[in-house]
């Protein structure tokens, strides 16, 4: 399965952002999906997931009640949408996917996208 993200860039604190990911060449509900972060030094960690079928999904501490995961199965698109975002939030989001694994799906990675977040 190819993942591309989007949707990446400079935003002020407090403001929201919305990423997105293009899921193309394998069966689309087949796969459980996922975000994760790294940031300058850190290792990658994981920000959310979503099931196969869209019905479960999770969240890091950190992030939870103010990000959202979805996902569109008529377009093969997975979303992420981020609101009051803080400079703690800049990083390399990546999109990742399992066909396993719902909890931590990064059996697969893409190239990821910048977020920035300035105070």
């Known amino acids: 399965v190819k993942l591309e993200e989007s949707g990446g860039g400079l935003v002020q604190a407090g403001g929201s952002l919305t990423l997105s990911c293009s899921v193309s060449g394998d069966s689309f509900s087949d796969y459980a999906m996922g975000w994760y972060r790294q940031s300058p030094g850190e290792n990658r960690n994981f920000v959310s997931a979503?099931?196969?079928?869209?019905?479960?999904?999770h969240y890091a501490d950190s992030v939870k009640g103010r990000f959202t995961i979805s996902r569109d199965s008529a377009t093969r698109m997975i979303y992420l949408q981020m609101n009051t975002l803080e400079p703690e939030d800049t990083a390399v989001y990546y999109c990742t996917a399992s066909k396993t694994d719902y909890t931590t799906p990064d059996d697969c990675w893409g190239q990821g996208t910048q977020v920035t977040v300035s105070a």
């Open positions: 979503i099931s196969w079928d869209g019905l479960h999904t």
